[in-house]
């Protein structure tokens, strides 16, 4: 089983830069491929980018595409989304997640086992 904790969110104006950071608990974090959603007010909870348990893959949903870059340090348990040129309709609470599925359906919320609790991410103009 797998905690998982965000932090890193705030208030930046447009333009701006944030780095999102997920910390993971237990001894197979890299057993897990992890992913980023997130949900803004009145709106569905949204993929975001997800990363395979080595690395060796990630995606990105289109509009966060050459903005975004998804990581992960496996030996210190740790997730990032480094977010650049951040525009007001990236504001959303921001989640972390892990799943023991397949890699195929990292877009999809019902393949993550675990989540975070979240964190706030709010892009002024």
């Known amino acids: 089983q797998v905690q998982l904790v965000e932090s890193g969110g705030g208030l930046v104006q447009a333009g701006g830069s944030l780095r999102l950071s997920c910390a993971a608990s237990?001894?197979?974090?890299?057993?897990?491929?992890m992913g980023w959603f997130r949900q803004a007010p009145g709106k569905e909870r949204e993929f975001v980018a997800a990363i395979s348990r080595t690395g060796g893959r990630s995606n990105n949903v289109d509009s966060v595409k050459g903005r975004f870059t998804i990581s992960r340090d496996n030996a210190k348990n740790m997730l990032y989304l480094q977010m650049n040129s951040l525009k007001p309709e990236d504001t959303a609470v921001y989640y972390c997640?892990?799943?023991?599925?397949?890699?195929?359906?990292?877009?999809?919320?019902?393949?993550?086992?675990?989540w975070g609790q979240g964190t706030q991410v709010t892009v002024s103009s």
């Open positions: 237990g001894r197979t974090f890299s057993s897990y491929f």
């Open positions: 997640a892990a799943s023991s599925t397949y890699y195929s359906g990292h877009y999809l919320w019902g393949s993550y086992d675990y």
